[in-house]
């Protein structure tokens, strides 16, 4: 059982930056491909950005409305995925999740692990 957890989410002004932080237990990440998702309330669980194991290839995918202001990376020494988010805007404002896949993929259904989510609301 692969134990996610997310941090650093939080209120924010439109315009700036947070970083979000996905720590996992029970598994090395690098051999995972790592995704993050965002649920705002009334929506479904949309993809925001995957990034392939570091056996692969470990490309990154962005999702088309958060490209340019989105990164994510890994530290696999700290056994951590990160999402960087600038320039935030308020249809940013959603639950962020990440997960853990065998495959690089956007979709929900090929992520096995979900951490619990974290907070991003984000003022205009």
């Known amino acids: 059982q692969v134990q996610l957890v997310e941090s650093g989410g939080g209120l924010v002004q439109a315009g700036g930056s947070l970083r979000l932080s996905c720590s996992a237990s029970?598994?090395?990440?690098?051999?995972?491909?790592m995704g993050w998702f965002r649920q705002a309330p009334g929506k479904g669980r949309e993809f925001v950005a995957t990034?392939?194991?570091?056996?692969?290839?470990?490309?990154?995918f962005i999702a088309n409305s958060v490209k340019g202001r989105f990164t994510i990376s890994r530290d696999n020494a700290k056994n951590t995925v990160y999402l960087q988010m600038n320039s935030l805007k308020p249809e940013d404002t959603a639950v962020y999740y990440c997960?853990?896949?065998?495959?690089?993929?956007?979709?929900?259904?090929?992520?096995?692990?979900w951490g619990q989510g974290t907070q991003v609301t984000v003022s205009s």
């Open positions: 997960a853990v896949s065998n495959v690089i993929t956007m979709s929900t259904r090929l992520y096995d692990y």
């Open positions: 029970d598994a090395t990440i690098s051999n995972y491909a």
């Open positions: 990034i392939g194991s570091s056996g692969g290839s470990g490309a990154t």
